[in-house]
């Protein structure tokens, strides 16, 4: 069974920038596709981002290109979300994910793709 725990949101005035972590346990994480998802009070969950298993193709919405990158760290089983120039609307909890059945170069945004979740960390900028 897989485990993810998700790390370091918090509250950080727009334009600031927080790192998010997402530890995976109790598998292979090298085989493992990793995305980031969020979700506001009210609203869907909205894809964020993608990597594939070996961290070579990486998928960003278009809300976040050009501010978010994703990375992964296949030794430390770790996968990381930089955000930079943050917005008051990119406030929700975001929410760690795994797709375990990704060929090696496959990014995908559909959430039924992952099945593997975090609990999720809060992120919240105030303006």
């Known amino acids: 069974q897989v485990q993810l725990v998700e790390s370091g949101g918090g509250l950080v005035q727009a334009g600031g920038s927080l790192r998010l972590s997402c530890a995976a346990s109790g598998g292979t994480f090298r085989n493992y596709q990793m995305g980031w998802f969020r979700q506001d009070p009210g609203k869907e969950r909205e894809f964020v981002a993608a990597v594939s298993r070996g961290g070579r193709n990486s998928l960003l919405a278009d809300s976040v290109k050009g501010r978010f990158t994703i990375s992964r760290d296949n030794a430390k089983n770790t996968v990381y979300l930089q955000m930079d120039s943050l917005k008051p609307e990119d406030t929700a909890v975001y929410y760690c994910?795994?797709?375990?059945?990704?060929?090696?170069?496959?990014?995908?945004?559909?959430?039924?793709?992952?099945?593997?979740w975090g609990q999720g960390t809060q992120v919240t900028v105030s303006s």
């Open positions: 994910a795994a797709d375990s059945r990704a060929p090696f170069f496959r990014v995908t945004d559909k959430a039924p793709e992952y099945d593997y």
